[in-house]
């Protein structure tokens, strides 16, 4: 019993550490590659909000970190948008509009 | 001396008479001197016989003569004779056993001779008279020492006989009647002297054949000392070879690998027979392994497997083995010619093949010996009880290893045992706690169930209003709460467009139709051309897709049920924005389809 109950936080310790590596390398401004439409810039933060700025309008939203390269990001209306982390790069899965690449921006 | 006065004093005659005794008794003095002489350098008694019949028959005056000196006891002897025909001189030598019988009867009285005394006998009293020739009537016999007796015969003399004399007569008044008193005197004398002369060659004879006897013990004794040493060394050397094996067993009884024993077993080997190299192979078939000891030469890969093999079945093959018994000793015939081409690092003198089983088999060699010399028999079949008792050890030993994986085994499993009984005691305790645990609840819920007999409709009624309170409180407080009122109940109507009109919009004023309801209906059927605008995604999209749209462009809106109205939403959150023109599409989706309008997919 108190193997397993070690094992368990060891693991839990681990995976925390892990989502923490990986929520620093996500966390930044993304630009969207779009060129048929105004600049599009993605906003993650390190405490898990961030936001979708186009022109003077900006979306807020939440986010964290699923699966191995695999980024929710909740919306206030309670909606969810799936993405996925690239080399450099967080491809958004819009619903009915296909996929949306945004490239991360060097600091 | 008192006749000789006499005779001087009775006259001349008388005188005469003195004068030729004087002269007789001188000469018989002579003869004896000169017998005396004669036999005195003489150590044979042949040749003290040969001389004295020689010397005794002239003064006497026999024309023949018989002497003979014989053992009585076992009737041996020697006969001597002088004056007969070569044929009766012969016949007397092949007589000399009738002789004794006849003439020293009491040779059976086992030494009681009649001592040195001189006998006459006559020769009709004799049992032997027919043996003797005739005219020998001077017969004297006599005794020389406990063993030996003599006889004399003499006759016959050239004087005459003297038939009148007396068969009594003594040998101090004259020997026979046949010889006067002088004559008598004389040949007694002579005898005398014979028996002297005899004695002392007998004497000397027997002290010559004491020390040819002792000569020939003191041989036996020095090839006894001689034969005595070599025992005594070859005792010295069991004693050291048992002593070493008395060490070796106090030695290998504290070894518990095979590999040790073979090594002490070896170097006693060595020092116990005085070998200057040797090896010691013991190979196991049944795990492929070898345990090797070489003393005094260097390792020729003997300890590999393949070539252990091949040395140990050539012992095999040349030993009396017929099959591998168990705890098989086996000298090695031959064993340089053997064991030749084996790689052994040295000439072997001795080998012993040996097995402790079907699986186990080994080979003792040994070189040669410092000496240069071969093992003796008895060296050989110590050296084989040795190797008997060295297979004792390499099997005591291999039990030991047995016993010890078999004790670590069942450490092992003690181990295993102890912790799974660890293990099943917090199980059990585990399974106690919960068991109490279970109680409590069980407890706990009956409690609560007799409780819940009490519950009353003013318990439900201050439950659901605090419920009621604490809900409203944090759909206050939390920034993603409902509002309580819903919106659409507030909002003005939207207005609405015919799936035809929709249609004519969209062709003539590039109308943009959007879909509110949920990714999942959208995928399944929407109107061709459609973007999907849902609620819950609504500031997100809006800025993805329709932040760019112009204000004045028809926006037409579909996607709701009963329950839920999407479109509606949608399309005041549009307004919101301040688009000019959002349309709600009557009965949605199905009148579009109903009209045959397209759609995808």
């Known amino acids: 019993m108190r193997r397993m109950l070690f094992c368990t936080l060891a693991l839990a310790l681990l995976l925390l550490a892990g989502c923490r590596g990986t929520v620093d390398d996500l966390a930044g401004d993304y630009e969207s590659e779009r060129v048929d439409l105004s600049p599009a810039r993605l906003t993650l933060r390190t405490d898990g909000g961030g936001s979708l700025t186009v022109g003077a309008e900006e979306a807020p939203f939440r986010w964290e970190v699923r699966d191995e390269g695999r980024v929710v990001l909740h919306t206030r209306q309670g909606g969810i948008i799936s993405a996925r982390q690239g080399r450099g790069t967080l491809e958004l899965d819009m619903p009915g509009s296909g996929k949306q690449v945004f490239r991360k921006k060097a600091k | ?601």
């Open chain 2, 1 to 601: 001396m008192d006749t000789a006065a006499g005779h001087l004093a009775a006259g001349p005659d008388t005188g005469q008479a003195l004068r030729l005794e004087l002269e007789r008794k001188r000469l018989s003095l002579r003869v004896l001197l000169e017998t005396a002489q004669e036999l005195s350098g003489i150590l044979q008694p042949r040749k003290i016989m040969e001389t004295f019949l020689l010397t005794a028959m002239g003064p006497i005056g026999a024309m023949g003569g018989v002497a003979v000196l014989a053992r009585p006891a076992s009737c041996e002897g020697m006969v001597l004779s002088r004056g007969l025909p070569a044929r009766e001189a012969e016949a007397l030598e092949q007589h000399l056993p009738d002789i004794c019988d006849a003439y020293f009867p009491y040779r059976d009285l086992d030494g009681d001779f009649p001592s040195s005394k001189i006998r006459a006998i006559r020769r009709d009293q004799a049992g032997g008279d027919s043996l003797l020739p005739r005219g020998m009537d001077i017969l004297l016999c006599f005794s020389v020492d406990d063993e030996h007796c003599g006889l004399l015969a003499l006759g016959p003399l050239l004087a005459g006989t003297n038939a009148d004399a007396g068969p009594d007569a003594d040998l101090g008044t004259g020997l026979d009647g046949a010889l006067d008193e002088d004559a008598s005197n004389l040949l007694h004398s002579l005898l005398h002297l014979l028996i002297g002369a005899l004695r002392g060659a007998l004497a000397v004879n027997s002290i010559r054949q004491l020390s040819v006897d002792l000569g020939r013990k003191n041989d036996r004794l020095t090839e006894a000392l001689a034969s005595s040493q070599t025992v005594q060394r070859g005792l010295d050397r069991r004693v050291h070879q048992l002593a070493a094996i008395n060490e070796l067993a106090e030695e290998m009884a504290h070894l518990h690998e095979v590999q040790g024993i073979l090594d002490s077993f070896l170097l006693t080997m060595l020092g116990a027979f005085s070998v200057s190299c040797g090896l010691a192979l013991v190979l196991d078939r049944a795990k492929r392994c070898v345990d090797l000891a070489v003393r005094g030469a260097p390792d020729t890969g003997l300890s590999s497997y393949g070539t252990a093999d091949v040395l140990v079945y050539k012992a095999f093959t040349a030993s009396g083995a017929r099959s591998v018994d168990p705890l098989t000793v086996e000298p090695v015939s031959d064993p340089a010619t053997a064991l030749a081409g084996c790689g052994l690092p040295f000439e072997g003198r001795c080998a012993m093949y040996f097995a402790l089983d079907r699986d186990v088999q080994g080979v003792l060699v040994l070189g040669e010996t410092l000496s240069g010399e071969a093992l003796e028999d008895e060296d050989a079949q110590m050296l084989r009880a040795q190797v008997g008792t060295l297979l004792g050890y390499v099997q005591g030993a291999r039990h030991l290893a047995i016993i010890t994986a078999l004790n670590d085994d069942l450490q092992r499993q003690n181990e295993e045992l102890t912790r799974t009984v660890t293990e099943l005691t917090e199980a059990r305790q585990t399974i106690d706690l919960l068991e109490r645990a279970g109680e409590r609840v069980r407890s706990f819920l009956h409690a609560e169930g007799l409780r819940s007999r009490r519950f009353s409709w003013m318990d439900c009624g201050i439950i659901l209003v605090a419920a009621m309170l604490l809900g409203f409180l944090f759909n206050l407080a939390s920034p993603n709460g409902v509002p309580l009122v819903p919106e659409h109940l507030r909002r003005l109507p939207a207005q609405t467009v015919t799936a035809q009109k929709a249609r004519e919009l969209q062709q003539s004023e590039g109308a943009l139709i959007v879909d509110a309801r949920p990714q999942a209906f959208f995928d399944q059927q929407h109107v061709r051309g459609a973007a999907n605008l849902t609620p819950a995604l609504f500031d997100m999209m809006y800025l993805m897709r329709f932040a760019q749209v112009p204000l004045s462009t028809p926006l037409i809106v579909y996607g709701g049920n009963i329950s839920r109205r999407w479109d509606e939403d949608v399309a005041a959150r549009l307004a919101a924005r301040e688009h000019e023109r959002v349309l709600v599409l009557e009965d949605g989706l199905p009148a579009w389809v109903a009209r045959g309008y397209p759609v995808e997919p």
